[in-house]
């Protein structure tokens, strides 16, 4: 279950994610807010660009350019969509029966907050330090061979469109 919904929205319909959630222990519901689920913030209506000013963004402006300048851009919603796929993904492996809230002035405040190392050891080591902080360990990547070749473009697109009934 996807929802970009103020949280009173769903109580105001009865439906409550962890209601939905015991009654469906796999079910992953990513809750995507403005500025979390919280109050007084969960009642705040949030879209990429005001989550952008309320993270900090431009505060860092007039830091690299020497003047206020407008970010024409709405980073914050690319930025918690990455995010929410990957998220919801996790739980997917995992199992679901979770309620996984991500906010787009907390996920662009993260984003603002990261600093790319400089040296390629360094940012090794910051990864391979919050690896082991979660209990997990790198693991190089490992090709395989694929079991068969692909098929013609556009050899589904039949079965698909009755799927979806075009």
């Given amino acids: 279950m996807i929802d970009s919904a103020r ?8 439906v409550e994610p962890a209601g939905a ?35 900090g963004a431009s505060l860092l402006a007039p830091r690299h350019e020497g003047r206020p300048i407008f970010v024409a851009d709405a980073l914050g919603d690319p930025l918690t969509g990455t995010h929410a796929a ?15 809230s991500l906010a787009l002035s907390q996920v662009t405040a ?31 990547p490992v090709a395989r061979a694929p079991d068969r070749a692909a098929r ?3 050899a589904d697109n039949a079965a698909v469109f009755e799927l979806v009934g075009a």
């Fill in 86 to 100: 990957v998220a919801a993904w996790a739980s997917h492996l995992s199992g679901g029966g979770r309620l996984v």
């Fill in 110 to 140: 993260h984003a603002l907050a990261f600093r790319r190392a400089d040296d390629p050891a360094e940012r090794a080591a910051h990864w391979s330090a919050r690896l082991a902080e979660a209990g997990e360990s790198a693991r190089p």
């Fill in 21 to 55: 959630i015991a009654g469906n222990p796999g079910l992953t519901w990513l809750s995507i807010t403005g500025h979390g689920r919280d109050e007084p913030q969960g009642a705040w209506a949030g879209f990429g660009d005001d989550a952008a000013v309320a993270a």
């Fill in 152 to 154: 013609e473009l556009g």
């Fill in 7 to 14: 949280p009173r929205a769903w109580t105001q319909l009865g």
